[in-house]
């Protein structure tokens, strides 16, 4: 793959694309979207913090723009502290969303395996894990590409498109036969 993706906090002039993510169900694509939100609440979250906290951080995935070859915001790639009652920080919860004319490139790939390593790397981790529908099968291939295992169905988990859905759960250790 020659494309290549870096992570980076969200600045001011992204502020757009997070806009978007709320109001335009295109953006997220039909496995993520969950329905209108008011566009304000990212500003005032960036505001507050710039998405970045010790608890929950959203990251912005930048490369080239497919139509314009410039480097611009190709999706958000996030994750958040879960208590599964070890010590705090022990377990994260990964998500990615890239626009759709940028799925299919290898860049959910890349960009998960910055996420698995600044995640290994600069926090206490043990344990990973990520959420998938079960039908997404690009998800499921890039996660297990990465290294997650999946480790079970969520039954009916998620409401979608009119009907419950299940969801994957997938899981990545810092040591262990996973990596």
């Known amino acids: ?22 109001s335009d169900p295109g953006v997220t694509g039909r ?3 969950a329905g209108f939100r008011d566009p304000r609440l990212r500003r005032l979250r960036w505001e507050k913090d710039g998405y970045v906290a010790s608890d929950s951080t959203a990251l912005a995935v ?6 314009s070859g410039q ?7 996030s994750w958040e502290a879960r208590d599964r009652g070890g010590p705090p920080g ?3 919860e990964i998500g990615l969303a890239l626009l759709p004319e ?9 960009a998960h395996q910055l996420m698995v390593r600044h995640l290994f790397d600069c926090t206490l981790a043990q344990r990973l894990e ?3 529908d079960a039908d997404n099968i690009a998800e499921q291939r890039a996660l ?12 009916n988990a998620r409401f979608r498109e009119g009907s419950w859905r299940d969801m994957l759960i997938y899981g990545m250790l810092r040591t262990g036969p996973d990596i």
Request: hydrophobic share 35%; glycine share 14%.
């Open 144 to 155: 297990e590409r990465v290294g997650f295992s999946r480790e079970g169905v969520l039954r």
């Open 90 to 92: 022990g377990c994260y």
């Open 71 to 77: 480097e611009a915001v190709l999706g958000i790639a």
């Open 130 to 132: 990520a959420q998938t």
């Open 31 to 33: 496995y993520v979207w």
């Open 102 to 110: 940028c799925r299919g490139r290898g860049l959910g790939t890349t």
């Open 62 to 67: 930048i490369g080239k723009d497919p139509a």
């Open 1 to 22: 793959m020659d494309e290549q993706v870096i992570l980076r906090p969200f600045r001011e002039p992204d502020l757009p694309f997070l806009e978007r993510l709320g």
